[in-house]
């Protein structure tokens, strides 16, 4: 088929040219002298993205499903507890790792399309008078669903119940995209990877963590080896790794953490507002509805939920095989449920309005009760008297 794939997943997201060029790079030796001056300045940069002075950022070479290992196993000891709302899959998958750790979780099932309850967190948090449980696992932006929580809000719960758990937060689709605020909301772990908002392959987690989380290191009796901060801290202090890094991704990182911090943060969050409340006139023109619930969408990704009769798996096929564009898949309990446009990294309004047509296309091509160019023109005319 002429002309390229049309990347409009959740993640991993369209690589800028600038960092596709930046990462073409010969071998280097990573004990080199001059090595630390590439890699230094990098965690300092990072720190600005997760918005943190006061903590330690770090660069494993895994994925963000390495960082929430990471925060487990460096921080607390086997048989701890830990609470986890469960309301999507990556949710999900992190309660099941927390289990195989040999944690003891305590799992909240949630309606999928839902976030983290303030108020039931809370209340379950003055319940816990003894303060057993040691960390809360809260998952900021859930992918599968198009769900975003509030974790300002949480620290809120947490300080208003005076519990003194660790504060972990998966980040993989919202950290580069959607506001963060390590400091400000009291965030103990920040985990990220780096095939979404920072807009690189997949192969690097990107997670920082607190001096509290740093000093947990000390008492927490969990087996670790490859994943172990205190390797990572020996090292990085004179600016190497303590094993050998993906040369290629941390220049790539060089030349993403430039783009993101050339553009603005906030600036950043407001064109993947835009990008996503685009995307939402169009759905709604189609007639159709998001998985999230009010007040919880998301600014990477919507989640559509098709109608009774019909599966989304047969309008992602028709999108990727007739136009060539990759759209998400329903996971788990929206399998054939939904289907999820992304709307992060490297888009813009113009590059937004190719997946709207495409999944126009395709939504007609299925039988969709949709007039044709109802999506496309709600969209267009959004970006265009907001711009």
Not at 51 to 68: D, N
Not at 125 to 152: C, P, Q, R, W
Not at 250 to 257: C, Q
Request: net charge negative; aromatic share 8%.
């Amino acid at each position: 088929m002429a002309g390229r794939n049309h990347l409009y997943v959740p993640g991993p997201t369209n690589i800028p040219d600038e960092v596709l060029s930046a990462m073409h790079v010969p071998s280097e030796d990573h004990r080199s002298p001059i090595f630390p001056e590439l890699f230094k300045p990098l965690l300092e940069d990072l720190k600005k993205v997760f918005k943190t002075e006061t903590g330690h950022s770090f660069i494993f070479p895994a994925t963000g499903t390495a960082g929430w290992e990471i925060a487990l196993t460096n921080t607390l000891s086997p048989g701890d507890k830990v609470l986890i709302y469960r309301f999507g899959q990556f949710s999900h998958l992190w309660a099941a790792m927390a289990k195989r750790l040999d944690f003891e979780v305590i799992v909240i099932e949630r309606p999928w399309g839902e976030g983290i309850p303030l108020d039931d967190l809370e209340a379950r948090l003055k319940e816990d008078g003894k303060h057993e449980i040691k960390a809360i696992l809260a998952t900021h932006n859930e992918t599968a669903t198009g769900v975003t929580s509030d974790i300002g809000g949480v620290r809120k719960a947490m300080d208003a119940a005076g519990h003194p758990a660790l504060l972990f937060v998966d980040g993989v689709s919202s950290i580069a995209s959607i506001d963060f605020r390590m400091d400000e909301w009291g965030v103990d772990g920040a985990i990220s990877g780096s095939q979404k908002g920072f807009m690189l392959p997949a192969g690097a987690a990107l997670v920082a963590f607190s001096q509290k989380a740093i000093a947990a290191c000390d008492t927490a009796q969990s087996r670790r080896a490859f994943l172990d901060l205190k390797d990572q801290l020996a090292s990085n202090k004179d600016g190497y790794t303590p094993y050998t890094p993906s040369i290629p991704m941390l220049y790539g990182l060089r030349k993403a953490l430039d783009l993101l911090l050339e553009e603005g943060l906030e600036n950043v969050y407001a064109r993947h507002y835009r990008l996503a409340e685009g995307t939402r006139k169009a759905i709604a023109a189609w007639g159709l509805e998001l998985c999230a619930k009010p007040g919880f969408e998301s600014n990477t990704v919507s989640a559509v939920v098709v109608p009774a009769g019909k599966d989304a798996r047969d309008v992602i096929a028709t999108a990727y095989s007739k136009y060539n564009i990759s759209l998400g898949a329903g996971l788990n309990e929206v399998a054939g449920k939904v289907f999820r446009i992304g709307h992060v990294g490297d888009m813009n309004d113009v590059s937004m309005l190719g997946a709207i047509a495409g999944v126009e296309m395709a939504l007609l091509d299925n039988g969709f009760d949709i007039k044709a160019g109802s999506g496309v023109a709600a969209a267009i005319e959004y970006y265009r008297t907001t711009a």
